[in-house]
């Protein structure tokens, strides 16, 4: 069966980092683009950034731009975010899901990143 | 591209017909359209890829229509597990405000 479990969120102040990780098993991870997707408390889901297979392409949705840092390592079959910079808008439960083109079929449970001094 | 999805909440009683509307600001390719639940504390699940194929496992009281800029989910007789919030998405990227089902 198809997993992805996310971990890494946590609590950090403004200005702070995180680096969030899923760890993916029942399919081969360098087969698929990889996305990551975001919902705040109270709000709607917000697609955050993805990668190609080889990692060789990646693309943000404009408010993380050169804030947050999308990667993988297909070997160790897991999907990377760095989120540098935070702000108090970051505060979300991120999601990491498979990309089958133009669409989304499995996601994780999520982590929850929460930015508050 | 932005997506309207309409309306905000609809207030339904199990074994009605429910209609969602998603909105294109332009118009777009069947095939960059999605349709997901998402019941709280969960993962969204994907209903409809390229505006209406079906996913794995997806009750076929669901369907997904549409073209241009006007796309719609159906769900033909409610059931109690279906009140919970539904969103569109474009090209795998910008999602809708979603719409939330909720029981009359």
């Known amino acids: 069966d198809v997993q992805l479990v996310e971990s890494g969120g946590g609590l950090v102040q403004p200005g702070g980092s995180l680096r969030l990780s899923c760890a993916a098993s029942?399919?081969?991870?360098?087969?698929?683009?990889m996305t990551w997707v975001r919902q705040a408390p109270g709000k709607g889901l917000e697609w955050v950034a993805n990668i190609r297979q080889d990692g060789s392409e990646k693309v943000y949705v404009d408010s993380v731009k050169g804030r947050f840092t999308i990667s993988r390592d297909n070997a160790k079959n897991s999907l990377f975010l760095q989120l540098n910079s935070l702000r108090v808008e970051d505060t979300a439960v991120y999601y990491c899901?498979?990309?089958?083109?133009?669409?989304?079929?499995?996601w994780g449970q999520g982590t929850l990143v929460t930015v508050s001094s | 591209i932005v997506l309207t999805q309409s309306p905000g909440t609809l207030s339904l009683s199990p074994g009605e017909r429910a209609t969602l509307s998603c909105r294109t600001s332009?118009?777009?390719?069947?095939?960059?359209i999605a349709w997901y639940q998402h019941k709280p504390g969960q993962a969204p699940r994907l209903l409809f890829s390229g505006a209406s194929i079906r996913a794995t496992g997806i009750p076929d009281r669901f369907s997904g229509s549409g073209s241009g800029t006007d796309f719609t989910l159906t769900i033909s007789r409610l059931e109690p597990e279906d009140f919970v919030v539904y969103y569109c998405q474009y090209y795998g990227q910008t999602f809708g405000q979603g719409t939330k089902v909720e029981v009359k």
């Open positions: 029942g399919f081969t991870l360098r087969s698929y683009w």
């Open positions: 332009q118009s777009v390719a069947t095939k960059y």
């Open positions: 899901a498979r990309d089958v083109g133009y669409a989304v079929d499995f």
